[in-house]
């Protein structure tokens, strides 16, 4: 499966984006789909995921209340919906997908990615 991810952008601090992650070549059918950030200098780290039929949802600790994954009915688009952001959500952002059916927060595990999109937020 090919993913495009966009919606970033500039925001101030205590703003809002959402991030899109359109899938071609396949619909989301099975699986996990996640969302991962890399910061300048940094490791790319886990953000978010949720089986594609939403059964389940995870994140990182840092943006529980903040960002809500989400998928449409369609199963071909994943959001990122992202609140109250902070200066330290300034990173690429990157979807990507699992074929296999159990959580992980690993990039390594992850099948496909897409080409990820700039989020910054000033303070």
């Known amino acids: 499966v090919q993913l495009q991810a966009s919606g970033g952008g500039l925001v101030q601090a205590g703003g809002s984006l959402r991030l899109s992650c359109q899938a071609s070549g396949r619909a989301f059918s099975s699986g996990f789909v996640g969302w991962f950030r890399q910061a300048p200098g940094k490791e790319r780290v886990f953000v978010a995921t949720m089986s594609w039929n939403g059964a389940y949802t995870y994140y990182t600790n840092s943006v529980k209340g903040r960002f809500t994954i989400s998928r449409d009915n369609a199963g071909n688009t994943v959001y990122l919906r992202m609140d109250s952001l902070k200066p330290e959500d300034t990173a690429v952002y990157y979807c990507?997908?699992?074929?296999?059916?159990?959580?992980?927060?690993?990039?390594?595990?992850?099948?496909?990615w897409g080409q990820g999109t700039q989020v910054t937020v000033s303070s």
């Open positions: 990507a997908a699992r074929r296999t059916e159990y959580l992980t927060t690993t990039p390594s595990l992850f099948d496909d």
